[in-house]
């Protein structure tokens, strides 16, 4: 029996499919989910997702955040603030992201504590998303 498997964003379903299995960053370590997974409830960590398809191929994301949740009956969903295909990334603009925010940390002293922790998450997604997309890249 396949998983039926979808990724939602604020934006709208990011990708749905029948899959094999998924494999997803989370808090405590990167998991496999299999059709006969154990109902579960997980945050997500930026990072790579990677959907083993039926036909064999696999389809590689970059997410942001957000939360899993495998239900039974094979069901797994995403809650993902941000969700990108490896090949969709936009990798000199995440690098800007990247340098814009470092900037901004050298002025730690006059940041609030949430400014700060707000600037590290951010630099956090967008090394995901350079990590997912470079790696990706350079496999085809």
Do not use: C, W
């Amino acid at each position: 029996m396949p998983i039926d498997f979808k990724v939602v964003t604020p934006y709208g379903v990011g990708y749905e499919d029948e899959v094999e299995k998924v494999t997803i960053p989370t808090t405590t370590g990167a998991i496999t989910v299999h059709e006969t997974h154990a109902p579960l409830i997980s945050i997500l960590e930026p990072g790579e997702m990677n959907i083993h398809k039926l036909d064999g191929s696999v389809v590689n994301l970059a997410v942001t955040g957000g939360f899993l949740e495998v239900r039974s009956q094979s069901r797994v969903y995403i809650m993902a603030d941000t969700a990108e295909r490896a090949e969709e990334i936009d990798i000199e603009q995440a690098q800007r992201a990247i340098e814009r925010a470092q900037e901004l940390l050298k002025q730690q002293d006059q940041l609030a504590d949430i400014d700060f922790a707000k600037l590290q998450a951010q630099i956090e997604r967008e090394m995901a998303r350079i990590s997912v997309g470079k790696k990706y890249r350079n496999a085809k």
